[in-house]
Structures are given as structure tokens and as C-alpha cells.
């Protein structure tokens, strides 16, 4: 028994009776309310008891650690105070902290050396970090503040398991796993000024059942060959709601991205990672995002609200399966910049604008089974000198269906446009080919060729347009095997550039020929030694620099 000032069958001080202690068996230590000014060096099997209310006894050296332990130590209840030095430090055997908390300042609140096992349960641990360096562990139940870096560092090869726990107000991470692995279930992150989980250099991180919450950078960021699984864990307020790159492969599944200010998957330079059963929603930027030679696989993800949907920008990769995207503000769908994407099973509702892609032609998108429902904008659009190639794409509801322009090159199979302004459209000098296109209850025109445009369509048909085929300016190709019914004004406008073979229809096919390039600007040449002409002169004589000039009529009225 210790007591602050001694008495009748106790101890003045802690020190004290662990060195009456015996060495060669267990030793239990009770320790009565008060302040003890000393450091405590643990040995053997030791355990050390606060009796009293949380909180009433407190270790608390001028300088240094609070307590040293090698051996098989707990300790309950105690308030454990460092300075400039480890609180508490492990330096071999087994250490178990239960209901103890831990204030570090200027160093770490506890330290697991390698070899060591450390228990920690029921605890607040505040300032400093608690950390395991090739060391194995649990945590659970335990509450982490306002540490001045990490609030719990995983390393050197150490193992972790941490539940139920919360961690707030870190200045670094509030986890961070390198070289190591960690098990994180059922807790609370929020405040944290990095990343609130960070898995580097091969690091191995689980995470499930978590809530991450008001998070200055990314919630969950894995990089450096980390992997790891991630499930059934909510992110709210984070800048990016998971970051994978350098060569990083987590799986992460059923998780919540909410309000995340800039992106809610967001996949950088060499990252991998496989996404299923997903949901983002309302993300400041982009909803899942894939640069740099990034390749995640996302399968079965739900996109809502926010600006943009897939962003697959500057060589990027990505295979996306089985995505719903609705009510974003921009488009749902871009690849740009020399990427490429593979879309399957999409789903997209009230965009401004379904599919875009614009590069060179290494921009290349196959889109099959996807649905587009009342975009604002065009439902799907090449650009540059992109390729795409679409397969049982339906649109119902957009300003424009499928389009292509400048020198893009989009291909259709099986794909229908119902209830828009322009079906499909070819502009520029690019190339629009279609099998089975159906474009139905078009108020403008089926499909429209302008400028140069090359149209190879067959095979398809166009009920109830205003027009059903439009050909402008110098666009050119061929229309075979193509229905057009209906009450329209005219079946097909062609330019003389383009071929209708079996076109098959009871409405007028009007004539027109093909526009021609306006003629050039008459060049004004000044000859300030002379006349200025600004337009062609005929049956005229100029003369300048004379000092005598005689003109006569002739007997025809002709003048010399």
C-alpha cells in the first residue's frame, strides 16, 4: 500500500515498495489519491491499482518519463505525466494500461519498443503520440487528443489491433501505418490536420466499421505498395475521402463519401485499387478521379450530387462497372488527355451532361449497357481526336444524343436516342459510324452531318424526327438500310455528298447542293505612288507621275 504522506503499513512513495518488492514473484501495489513527483521503474510481474475516483492519482516527475517498465506490468487507473521524455516506456516484456491516462509533454505518451507487447484499454492518452515500433498491440476503448504529430504510429514491422476508440485534434495523422500492420475497427476519427489513416511502405491497413469526420486533407490515404481493406466506413468532411497512389492497392468496400471538398475516390499517379458497393455524394470536384497512369478498378459504385462524376484525366486508367451518377451539376462521365476508361452498366440521371472525351487519339473510351436520362446538355460527346465506342447506349432526354466533332472518331452499335433535340451529330472533319442506331421523337433533325464530316451509318432508323437525315456543308459518306417514319417535314436533307442507298421512307427527300466555301476577302494592295483599288477594275487606263496627259474621243464615242 502507498500513500502521499506514508502512515502505519504503507509507503511514502511508488518507488519505494516496487524495490521492496520481490524480484522472483508477483507484486501488487495500491496506490491511495495524490500527486507522486518521481518516476516509476517497473520489473518483474508487477501490477500497480489507483484506489479512488479516475483521475486521483497522478505520476507526475518534474522531468523525464513517467514510468519504465520491462517485464509483465499493468497498470490501472493511474494519471501518468512525462516531460521531455517517454511517459511511458516499454523497453521490454508485456505492458497492459487500463483506465489509465497519459499526458505526453514534448515527447511521446507511450513507446513499444520492438519485442515488446503492449495492451492498452479504457485510456486518454493527450499531447504526444503512442507509439509501436516493431512492437505487437491492442487498443481498444481508448480516447487519443490533440497529439502533437501522430496520434497512434504503426512501424518497423510492428502489429496492431485498435476498436472502439476515438482520436481527435492530431497535428499530423491520426494513424499512421509504415513498414507495419494495423487492424482498425469501430472508431471515431474527426479534427485531424493530415490524413486521418495513412498507410506507407508496404505497410498493411484495415479499417472497417469507422467514421471519419472533418479531416483538413484526405481521410484514408494509402501510398508506397500499402495495401489493405477498407469497408463499411463513413467519411464526411474530408478535402479527398480516400487517396491511393505510387503504386498503392487497397480494396475498399462498401464506404460513404460525403461532402468531401475536393474528391471522394481520388486515385493518383501509379495507384491502384479496387472500389465496390461505393456511394459518394455531394463532392466539391470530383466524385472518383484517375490521373497519371492511375489503373483503379470501380465496380457498383453510386454517384449523386456534386460538380463532376468520373474524371479519367492525363493518361489515366480505369475500369468502371455497374455505376448510378445522378443530379451533378457538370458532367457525369470525362476522359480527357491521352486516357483510357472502360464503362459497363452505367446508369446516369438529371447531368448537365452525360459522356465527355476529348484528347488525341490515344483518348479512348468503349462504353456498353448505359442509360442517359435528361441531360441538359449533349448525353454523349467526342472531341479532339478521341476514339469511343459504344454498344446498347440509350438516351432519353438531352439536348443532343451522340456527337462528334473536330476530329474525333465515335462508333454506335445497337444504341437509340429518344425524345431529343438532335439525335446524333457529326461535325468538323470527324467520323461518325453507327449499326442499329434508333433515334425516336427527335424535335430537330435524327442525325445531322455539318462542315466535313464523315457519316457511315446502316441499319438504322428514325421514327418521328422533324427531319430524319440532314446533310450540311461538305459532310459526305453513306446511309444504307435506314428507315425513316412518321409525321416529319421531310424524310432526309442531303448535300449531293452523301450516298442514301434503300433509304426507306414515305416522306420527301429534299435536294440541296452542298455549300460551298465563302470566297476569300479581295486583298487591298496601297500603292501610295499611285491609285488604291479596292475592288476589280475592268476597261480602265491608270496613269500617274505625267506631267501632261491628253484624252480624245474617238468617232465611236471610245475614249484614247
Known amino acids: 500500500m502507498v500513500a502521499p504522506h506514508g502512515g502505519r503499513g504503507t509507503y511514502g512513495d511508488i518507488g519505494s515498495a516496487l524495490r521492496s518488492a520481490a524480484r522472483d514473484r508477483a507484486a501488487r501495489i495500491e496506490i491511495r489519491p495524490g500527486r507522486y513527483e518521481e518516476t516509476l521503474a517497473v520489473h518483474g510481474t508487477v501490477e500497480l491499482v489507483a484506489l479512488g475516483e479516475p483521475g486521483s492519482v497522478v505520476v507526475s516527475p518534474a522531468q523525464g518519463s513517467a514510468l519504465t517498465a520491462s517485464g509483465a506490468v499493468s497498470v490501472r487507473g493511474l494519471v501518468l505525466v512525462g516531460r521531455g521524455a517517454d511517459a511511458v516506456d516499454c523497453r521490454a516484456g508485456a505492458l497492459t494500461l487500463d483506465g489509465v491516462e497519459v499526458h505526453a509533454h514534448g515527447g511521446v505518451c507511450v513507446h513499444a519498443r520492438r519485442g515488446t507487447s503492449v495492451t492498452l484499454t479504457n485510456g486518454q492518452f493527450r499531447y504526444g503520440r503512442v507509439l509501436f515500433a516493431g512492437a505487437t498491440g491492442v487498443v481498444e476503448r481508448c480516447r487519443f487528443v490533440d497529439a502533437a504529430d501522430n496520434a497512434l504510429a504503426v512501424i518497423e514491422g510492428a502489429r496492431v489491433t485498435v476498436r472502439d476508440s476515438r482520436i481527435e485534434g492530431s497535428r499530423i495523422h491520426g494513424l499512421r501505418v509504415s513498414d507495419a500492420s494495423a487492424t482498425v475497427t469501430g472508431c471515431e476519427f474527426t479534427r485531424i490536420e493530415k490524413a486521418a489513416l495513412a498507410a506507407d511502405t508496404r505497410a498493411e491497413l484495415v479499417v472497417a466499421h469507422c467514421t471519419i469526420t472533418a479531416v483538413h486533407a484526405d481521410a484514408l490515404y494509402f501510398l508506397e505498395q500499402s495495401r489493405g481493406l477498407v469497408h463499411d466506413t463513413r467519411v464526411t468532411d474530408a478535402e479527398n475521402g480516400i487517396s491511393v497512389e505510387s503504386g498503392a492497392d487497397p480494396v475498399v468496400r462498401r464506404c460513404v463519401f460525403t461532402g468531401c471538398r475536393d474528391t471522394g475516390i481520388n486515385v493518383q499517379p501509379a495507384g491502384r485499387g479496387t472500389f465496390e458497393e461505393c456511394e459518394v455524394v455531394d463532392a466539391g470536384g470530383v466524385s472518383v478521379f484517375s490521373t497519371g497512369g492511375a489503373t483503379p478498378r470501380i465496380d457498383g459504385c453510386r454517384i449523386s450530387g456534386g460538380n463532376v462524376g468520373v474524371a479519367v484525366m492525363d493518361k489515366g486508367r480505369g475500369d468502371f462497372a455497374r455505376i448510378d451518377i445522378e443530379r451533378l451539376t457538370s ?86 436516342a429518344a425524345g431529343v433535340r438532335v439525335g446524333a451529330l457529326a461535325s468538323g472533319t470527324s467520323t461518325f459510324e453507327a449499326r442499329g442506331l434508333a433515334v425516336t421523337d427527335a424535335d430537330g433533325v435524327g442525325l445531322l452531318g455539318r462542315d466535313s464530316a464523315f457519316l457511315d451509318v446502316a441499319a438504322s432508323r428514325f421514327a418521328d424526327c422533324a427531319v430524319g437525315i440532314a446533310a450540311q456543308g461538305e459532310s459526305r459518306g453513306r446511309v444504307a438500310d435506314c428507315s425513316v417514319t412518321g409525321t416529319g417535314n421531310q424524310a432526309a436533307q442531303r448535300n449531293g455528298l452523301i450516298e442514301l442507298v434503300s433509304l426507306d421512307t414515305s416522306l420527301p427527300v429534299v435536294e440541296s447542293a452542298p455549300e460551298t466555301a465563302a470566297p476569300p476577302p479581295a486583298t487591298v494592295v496601297n500603292n501610295y505612288y499611285g491609285p488604291v483599288i479596292n475592288d476589280a477594275v475592268t476597261n480602265c487606263q491608270f496613269f500617274w507621275n505625267n506631267t501632261r496627259v491628253i484624252q480624245r474621243t474617238d468617232r465611236n464615242g471610245a475614249d484614247t
Do not use: H, N
Open 331 to 416: 458532367v457525369a462521365l470525362r476522359v480527357r488527355d491521352g486516357s483510357r476508361a472502360v464503362f459497363a452498366g452505367v446508369d446516369v440521371r438529371r447531368c448537365a451532361a452525360g459522356l465527355e472525351v476529348l484528347g488525341d487519339p490515344s483518348t479512348t473510351v468503349e462504353l456498353t449497357d448505359a442509360r442517359f436520362g435528361d441531360c441538359s446538355m449533349a448525353a454523349v460527346a467526342a472531341g479532339g481526336r478521341s476514339r469511343i465506342a459504344l454498344r446498347d447506349v440509350l438516351v432519353r432526354g438531352a439536348l443532343l444524343g451522340f456527337g462528334s466533332v473536330e476530329e474525333a472518331q465515335l462508333r454506335l452499335r445497337d444504341c437509340a
